[in-house]
């Protein structure tokens, strides 16, 4: 199965967060805080995961949409640790920038698959595409990254 940005950058990011997880409870102190972005940053790639061998295109959308809301759970997460200091200035924008890139491209596949599954007869580019008897799903509108699911 090829592979595809978006699985990649979900999985780095889960493991950034991991890192950052561990680097908090080993060197500074315990909260409930990093149970929850430890969570929900993780559960963004599965999720990701899980969609990329969807069974259906309205299976694929919904794994994706329950990415996209781990995303933004985890951006909440991520805030409260920066306002409560338990992440440096630095810590926060580089994995705030992640994110960031994590949740757009989330949001622009949604919106595509989303906008294609409400009106299949429609002119524009349709993010999904038939090829024998799987199902190609591409992640951007240049058309430069895609996921294969059977």
Not at 54 to 83: C, H, P, V
Request: aromatic content about 8%; some cysteine.
């Amino acid at each position: 199965m090829k592979e595809n940005f978006l699985v990649d950058l979900s999985k780095q990011f889960a493991v950034d967060i991991v890192n950052l997880c561990t680097d908090i409870k080993e060197n500074r102190k315990s909260n409930v805080l990093l149970n929850q972005i430890l969570r929900s940053g993780t559960s963004i790639g599965a999720n990701v995961s899980e969609a990329e061998r969807g069974q259906s295109k309205a299976d694929f959308y919904a794994k994706m949409t329950i990415a996209l809301k781990e995303a933004n759970e985890t951006n909440y997460w991520l805030r409260l640790l920066k306002a409560n200091d338990y992440i440096t200035e630095q810590e926060y924008g580089s994995l705030n920038k992640d994110l960031d890139e994590v949740i757009q491209d989330m949001k622009d596949t949604v919106v595509n698959v989303g906008d294609y599954l409400k009106d299949k007869s429609s002119k524009k580019f349709h993010p999904l595409l038939w090829e024998g008897s799987q199902l190609i799903l591409t992640f951007s509108t240049d058309k430069t990254s895609a996921v294969i699911a059977n």
